[in-house]
């Protein structure tokens, strides 16, 4: 496992416990450390905004199922991993490309902090809808 899949996991599976204010952290300190710079087009090799909030949608929901379920940390990160691995098959995301692309974003932050808007956005309306199902169901 590289670096940067560990660092994502590791993002990953504490996202729900300290979730937007790790996020905010997160986007300060990339707005203060790197330098800000203009909207440039995206090279070859690097996902698209959307599809890089999308990616992280979708590992934050798996990462928050896990945490519902009463088992290890190792035993999550042993479920998590092939879940990950068959998601980037799925969508055609190579190991080299996922990599790419952080480092793209990282030295992007006006771009990156849009991705995350768009995840924070994402997952707080999947929540409400998920909440108002289950005061329905309790009734």
Do not use: W
């Not at 959307?50 to 042993?78: C, F, G, H, T």
Request: aromatic share 10%; charged share 25%.
């Amino acid at each position: 496992m590289t670096n940067l899949e560990a660092f994502l996991m590791q993002s990953t599976i504490n996202f729900s416990k300290r979730r937007s204010s790790s996020i905010v952290l997160l986007l300060i300190g990339l707005l203060l450390f790197l330098p800000g710079c203009q909207k440039r087009k995206v090279p070859d090799g690097v996902l698209n905004q959307q599809d890089v909030a999308n990616l992280l949608v979708e590992m934050y929901v798996a990462e928050a199922k896990l945490n519902a379920i009463p088992i290890s940390r190792d035993s999550a990160l042993r479920l998590f991993q092939p879940f990950e691995q068959s998601y980037l098959r799925k969508k055609k995301v190579s190991h080299a490309v996922l990599a790419k692309t952080y480092s793209y974003y990282l030295e992007h932050p006006t771009e990156f902090e849009k991705i995350y808007d768009s995840v924070i956005d994402t997952l707080s309306l999947r929540e409400k809808r998920t909440q108002r199902r289950a005061v329905r169901y309790s009734k």
